[in-house]
């Protein structure tokens, strides 16, 4: 995803989309019996009235979603469709955070590309805890359709304490503002907003952006992932004092799987030939605890490679990034 004003922002990639079975919720059940997981007796779904959701209409499949809202002092998060053809309403998901989907927001805006089957959803105000105060989030999750799988692009969450003192290198967390999309250019576009701001409850915003998916091919994504498996292990050499054959990993190994149109790419490379010359510190750079341990600088800078090759993967193929506990019946 590039985020762009007139300053002009970095871009934010997301993970490929990859095909992948579908959920235990998908086929969607009918609205007026759907069986509850672990019984075997249907219950009657109701469809709740609502403030500030989201409907879409889908002329390719006839269709119109339902999604989110609030309901007195609830967040809602609940997913539905309702089919034209056959005047039936289907509910797609009742919690969509618990299969990597948004959390349950207020003044959210949706968006969708029918040629694609994907609905695009930006967040607004949302509330962790009803104790906790309003969390201003701004993050971009896109539904396939086919699939009825989640992805989420990127996230960014602060108190509203924190947002107006943030650098403008990405649309600022907001609420009420306006988002329509091109789906000849494949572009989103961004208007205004209240930053919810309690010291100037008055404020409102003005600024524009646009916002469009970059989706990178098979070739670049393997790049990335071979990057930094080969980079780490560089690092790893550097670290055991072996600087000679650090520079020769450097040239035999990382040098071949550095894209030339992955700016990000080469500029982690570009910062290696500096990392071979600096000097050491007393042998501080040298592992000298087991690995495994708390406090194992290499088992962490692995494990952090980990997550980043993971990021490419989708969701029934690693482990869950919600909160487990979310996923329990009390």
Known sequence: MSSSSSAGAPTLTPPSPSPSPLPSSFPPQPLSASLVQGSSSPRIIEMRSRIGHSMLFDGKRNQLFIFAGQRNDEYLSDF?????????????TRDPHIHGGPDGVFTQRATMD???GEIYVLSGLTRDRPSAGDMIKSGLWVYHIARGEWTKVYQTEMMRAEASSRNAREPRPRFAYQ?????AKKVHYLFGGNPGETDNPRERLDDFWRLSLERPSPDVVLG????SL????CLDILA????????????????????PRDPEVLAMFNALPALLLQPSHGGQDTPNVRLGSSGDRAYNDRTDVFDEIMAYFPPWMKQPDADLANSLNY
């Open 80 to 92: 539905f469709t309702y089919d034209i053809t056959t005047n039936q309403v289907y509910e797609l």
């Open 224 to 227: 990335r992932a071979l990057f």
């Open 179 to 183: 988002l329509i999309y091109h789906p």
């Open 230 to 233: 080969r980079r780490r292990r």
């Open 114 to 116: 029918p040629e694609r």
């Open 240 to 259: 055991s004092g072996d600087r000679m054959g650090a520079l020769q990993c450097l040239r035999e190994h990382v040098v071949h799987v550095v894209h």
